[in-house]
């Protein structure tokens, strides 16, 4: 194939909770698709977020995080990660290299069951693979590396590239491996593309990405965000824009589902309080998103035990595994 030719295809992004799956995917896209906490488990639904440059075209599958699946909700979390895997024409590994390191500096194994768990995965699925060795920014030299020594003879196959996903060292030397692997073909979508993913979708995620950040406990995990209503409404008055009409104001109606009464009383707060702090950061970015001006209203019910219901969890998008 020549070095010239341009290629396009599917990169599954997989790794442990909290490796920065989703902080490498907004720093590819240069744009906020993916939401991000410092809480392991964000990821829920397996994002797509689409790099397009002259020689390339990446479809970046997000997808959260391989872990011992307890609940129904969980084990529906790691059978979409396991699946990307299998349908892409590649994967990336992305290890959080802080992690090993503070475990690597206590004398404990850097290829843990849990991590060899995923070793295993890219085995068995018989695509090519890179390793992303992430948060290198935390990490001392010496101690990344035996890092990238155990995951080279671990994955022989598949070079380890050192990246700081939320700095951004490393991600051209990634991006360039990606490329590698991936067959000679034309774009998949067009170039102004950057998701396939709907407004709707993303609304109702960066919504949860504000529980995730502002509640605590247990509470984030116990909630779900269902969009009831979104819709334009136009602006009298306001210029045409490019398409011969300006976009109006975009009216949103979200309801958070928790499990328990107690949850409920958590996510409104005091007076309301918490309930108006989630909305009004939450409307900063959706305004931000939309392009536009926006009315979000947002509900809490209580629905028990909506983690382990088959129906609600493919209501928003998780197959039950």
């Known amino acids: 194939m020549p070095e010239d030719a341009h290629r396009s295809g599917v990169v599954a992004l997989v790794g442990r909770p909290n490796a920065g799956k989703s902080t490498l995917l907004n720093r590819v896209l240069g744009e906020k698709l993916a939401i991000t906490s ?62 090993a390191a503070r475990q690597h500096a206590r004398g404990k194994p850097i290829l843990h069951p849990g991590i060899e768990a995923i070793a295993r995965l890219l085995d068995e699925a018989g695509v090519p693979s890179v390793v992303a060795a992430n948060k290198i920014d935390l990490v001392k030299k010496p101690l990344l590396l035996p890092i990238i020594d155990a995951l080279s003879k671990r994955l022989p196959a598949s070079p380890v590239i050192p990246i700081s996903a939320l700095a951004g060292d490393g991600v051209d030397a990634l991006l360039a491996a990606w490329r590698e692997r991936l067959p000679e073909g034309p774009p998949l979508y067009p ?23 502002l509640t605590r406990q247990e509470v984030p995990y116990a909630t779900a965000v269902v969009i009831e209503r979104f819709e334009e409404e136009p602006l009298p008055g306001e210029p045409a824009g490019e398409g011969g009409e300006a976009r109006g104001r975009v009216v949103i109606f979200a309801r958070i589902l928790v499990e328990r009464p107690s949850q ?40 028990p035990r909506w983690s382990s219901d088959p129906r609600m969890l493919r209501e928003l998008g998780i197959e039950e595994g």
């Open 264 to 303: 409920k009383g958590i996510v409104i707060g005091k007076g309301g309080r918490m309930l108006k702090r989630i909305g009004t950061e939450a409307r900063r970015e959706i305004m931000a998103l939309l392009g536009t001006r926006v009315h979000l209203d947002l509900h809490v019910s209580v629905k």
């Open 191 to 213: 170039a102004d593309h950057l998701t396939t993913q709907s407004e709707r979708f993303v609304v109702a995620e960066l919504i949860r990405e504000k529980i995730f950040r």
């Open 38 to 99: 410092p809480r392991p488990q964000t990821t829920r639904n397996r994002i797509v977020g689409i790099h397009t440059r002259p020689d390339m075209q990446v479809v970046l599958l997000d997808t959260p995080g391989i872990h011992e699946p307890g609940t129904p909700l969980n084990r529906a979390m790691v059978r979409l990660a396991r699946t990307a895997v299998t349908e892409a024409d590649a994967a990336c590994w992305v290890f959080d290299a802080e992690r």
